[in-house]
């Protein structure tokens, strides 16, 4: 089973201003905060977080049927950043899933899987919009993320 979530770095800094007053104690747990305080772009680790619950997200609400985002019940740790790319962890209840963020200077990109391992086997497709002018549900993937000008898909 896998996740993924897609964060346009440019429609989200038109539509959010996470740095308004109690933004971040609504979707961030005490720890997150401290990540997103020591790390060098505020801007990055803040939609990074947001893209790691979101995928994780899609995989614990379809495995338990509990439709109910609570960002701060999702806790994002363990983060190993490697040139353009994040793991980490994301904890929701007593369910663990592991996460592999990509981050471009356009988007951010993150899947979601029960086991690292699985990451290795799951297959990205981003397309940039008007250029997704085809049927992507034909092909079947496993999980969509869209926003902005960016579709993921993932196989």
Known sequence: MTGNDLVDLNQ???DSNWQRKGYLDKIYT???QKILIASKDQNETVWLLWSMKEAAYKIYSR???IRNYAPCSLQCFDL???AHKVNGKVKVADHLFYTES???ANYIHTIAALSMASLTEIKVKIYTYPDTLFDYRSTEPQCVSHHGKY????Y
């Open 151 to 154: 579709l993921a898909l993932v």
């Open 12 to 14: 989200a800094a038109s």
């Open 63 to 65: 495995q338990t049927g």
């Open 102 to 104: 990509f981050i471009s």
């Open 30 to 32: 005490l720890a997150e």
């Open 80 to 82: 190993q950043p490697d």
